[in-house]
């Protein structure tokens, strides 16, 4: 007998917009949480009085707005803010300001290169309208290459349609887009090097890949592939920190029936005659349901909380294989007062938003060495970004909390185990970085969370702290993704399915896998589908 | 050298040198002959800072009268639908004013500073139908004190927070529509817990010659509560999302109406509960009864539409394949905050129950789409957080 209709494995964003999704359908689920917080990467934590970090994910702008609205997200409490200016920092003294208007940033660009500033228009309607086409294949399900059934062929169809209408040279174009570096791709546009470093630095966010690696083009593609109510390429903050997604989607879940536990940590999937039957939790505890949805990574389903005999031949090391490595720390951190760079002049449009601490290609590219090595750089990439100049609910008033998402940061050193002894040396290579362009930095820090690849796995269970649940390269991409022939959403059990970004479309809090794993549930169950269509396809 | 074309420029509001400088994107443009911003900086920035920090918005070319006199009640209650007599002290009221016609001449609030002193303000002038208000009562005397009260509008969930900084102690006590007075400066500054977003917001009302001083106060105290000026475009977002009604766009004000029927009653903006005919005689209050009686022949309804075009000016159909025309939208967007595309439209009564699809028209680098969305009616404003009610307000 079952206890619900499904369990959703991991209170991640993804999860719980699943179990949405499910309950919305009338499906009584319950969504399973090993920590005693919701959220997974999602999550806001106080970790020191007054601040509320968001302490693995930090900026916003895949979320699907037909997914926040159609929940009604805003009802249960969630609002994305906008912050503007970026700026980041060459080697030496080069700044480069990313204004919020485009005549600003025109200037701007004009004073590093006039070349820069005039290529910048054709990179941005390039990448508009590259990105145009990817974001028309979020909200869909893959088609199996290899399936003749109609819905496949029809989605194929869809799809070829709309790679033809771009035309043969763009065809061409988008094809070795896939499979150049974020380097390459930018030395058609720009000359100066700082430019050419800033543009490429999402191409290595969350990936270990450097910027001159093959496929990191495509990664610089699905960072700016978001938006912020329309404006394509937009990064947003949800106020309260990333948690009130997670908290607002968990909402949906309440409001439509479901259930959340926390401290639930699943031990093993239980398969009888191939078919999920439940789950065991790590307290021994017995949940059975009819359908069983993993949130956790492919790699952690299959090689963690399944037994490898319940699975079909040849799963196992395919998981085991799948290429999720750990790249990314990250150093939250609480301060005293606004931090002051040098070189930056005092415009809170452009002194407060986010810091690149680019460097160069160059300095990028070292980086990456560091990590191949099993180490990390003393001058390493990191991206930062001030939420609290922002939102006034994420520190006391007055003081102010800083993100610094690190790339590099190797899963394991290359001289043994991480010790806290190394994080905090890990750490220190961010202070330092960080302190070379604000003067007195260190003197404003009050509190201090280092993360590496071990404490994102061991806390949140995200192997090897891989951000995306898994590297997105090409071969992990669309019905590859996590492994050819279980691109839509099913698992080689029955009954089983994956719902978080180890599935299409891949990382980001941006709830559509989820929604769309939700989407093929109902599909099979013949329930009538609550999963909304994307609003953007008249774009 | 003499100004040339001094008899027509612009006035320029006691805040202007604060504003001049932080409009850094010079987008000017004018209400009620004062130099007025569009925006600041970035209008949906501006609108956010509304709806996350606290942002201020310059009032002071909102007309202001004040109303003196022993009948000075009486006389405003004659005018306005509302019943005056019901305003305590220390309180503001919403209200609006209709020809004998019962056609909406114009919307405002009513300040009650004591028995014998009223503030009207409204957005448009009324010296003339004020004065056409007054005829009969003996002991009342209107003084338009625009440009002798400068203005400023502060909103957002910091506002509060903001103002305590300032040293305002007891503001966080002030319920919505309460007034408050602070010695300042040697002179009093008024607060009022008012304003025309929606959210938590006061509104401050001070001597011109203490504008800049007021300004520079609430900014420092302010600055780190994101406190930033926004213009009139964030303000129709947030008065939209709201479900505000704006002259020019949801009524057509009715001394200024050529074609008869052009302009609207109260029903028909939804606004019958300003009307209040257990009261004694007042303007238009017969027309008024017999409009109630017969019903609005349009209603203004708030619409949530599907996909994220914005409704702009579209027709408002009873089947999709648009061919029974039965309404006019008056304002659309889309709303950050809700992620939602919203709409107030004007819709024939009889149609409300019915089916709703708007015929939408947009451009996409200058070529020319429509499509057809489906619309559907919302009976409550579309952002009402809970901070507006809330007394004491949160602090973010």
Sequence with gaps: MSNYDAIVIGAGHNGLTNAAYLAKAGLDVVVLEKNEYIGGAAVSRELQEGWKYSSCSYVCSMMRQAIHRDLDLGRHGLILVPYLGTVNFGDGDERLFQYHDEEASHLELMRHSPHDADAMHRFQTDLTRYSQLIRKTLMRTPPEPTSLRPRDLMEFLYLARQFWSLGEKEIYEYVRFFTMSAAEFLEDYFENDLVKAAMASPGIIGTALGVYSPGSSYILLHHVMGDVDGSIGAWGLARGGMGAISDAIAGAVKENGGEIRTNAGVQQVLVEGRKAVGVVLENGDEIRADIVVSNLDAKRTFTRIMDRNDLPDGIYEKAKNFKIRGSSGKVNIALSGLPKFTGVPDNPYINRGGQGFTGSLETMERAYDCWKHGGWSDDPFVESVIPSAWDPTVAPTGQHWMSNFVQYCPPELADGPWTPEKRDAFGESVISKIERYSPGFRDLIVHMEVRTPHEIENEIGLTEGNIFQGELTIDQLFFNRPFPGYGQYRMPVKNMYMCGSSTHPGGGVSSVCGANAAREILLDLRRTNTVPEDDFYDE | ?396
């Design chain 2, 1 to 396: 050298m003499t100004d040339r074309f001094a008899g027509e420029r612009l006035k320029l509001s006691p805040f202007y040198p604060r504003e001049e400088a932080l409009n850094i994107r010079e987008a000017w443009s004018s209400w009620n002959g004062y130099k007025f911003a569009e925006y600041y900086y970035d209008p949906e920035f501006e609108y956010f800072c509304v709806r996350n920090l606290c942002a201020t918005y310059d009032i002071t070319p909102m007309q202001k009268y004040e109303i003196r006199g022993r009948d000075a009640e009486a006389m405003l209650n004659r005018m306005v639908t509302r019943d005056v007599s019901k305003i305590g002290m220390n309180r503001v009221a919403y209200c609006l004013w209709c020809t004998d016609e019962g056609r909406m001449i114009d919307d405002g609030t009513i300040f009650k500073l004591a028995d014998d002193r009223f503030m009207l303000t409204c957005g448009s002038p009324c010296t003339a139908w004020l004065r056409k208000s007054a005829f009969g009562f003996e002991d009342v005397t209107v003084t338009d004190i625009t440009d002798d009260l400068a203005a400023l509008s502060l909103q957002g969930p910091t506002s509060c927070a903001t103002l305590k900084r300032m040293g305002l102690d007891g503001i966080d006590t002030a319920k919505p529509f309460d007034i408050m007075h602070f010695p300042y400066h040697g002179d009093t500054l008024m607060v009022s817990r008012t304003g025309f977003t929606g959210d938590l917001g006061y509104e401050l009302w001070i001597e011109p010659g203490l504008g800049l001083q007021m300004w520079d106060d609430l900014y420092a105290a302010g600055e780190d509560c994101g406190i930033q000026p926004y213009g009139e475009a964030a303000t129709n977002m947030a008065r939209l999302e709201s479900a505000f009604i704006m002259p020019a766009m949801e009524f057509n004000e009715a001394l200024r109406t050529v074609n008869l029927d052009h302009d609207q009653t109260p029903f028909e903006l939804s606004l019958g509960w300003l009307v209040d005919f257990r009261k004694p005689h007042f303007s238009g209050r017969a027309a008024l009864l017999e409009h109630k009686k017969r019903g609005p022949k349009y209603t203004l309804t708030k619409l949530d539409i599907e996909g994220n075009r914005p409704a702009e000016g579209a027709f408002i159909y009873s089947n999709k394949r648009c061919t029974r025309e039965i309404g006019y939208v008056t304002s659309a967007m889309w709303s950050p905050a809700v992620k939602a595309n919203i709409a107030l439209a004007m819709i024939k009564t009889e149609h409300l129950d019915g089916e709703l699809w708007a015929e939408i028209h947009y451009e996409k680098e200058l070529r020319q789409y429509h499509r057809v969305a489906k619309c559907t009616r919302k009976k409550k404003p579309f952002w009402a957080p809970d901070r507006a009610r809330a007394t004491p307000p949160p602090d973010s």
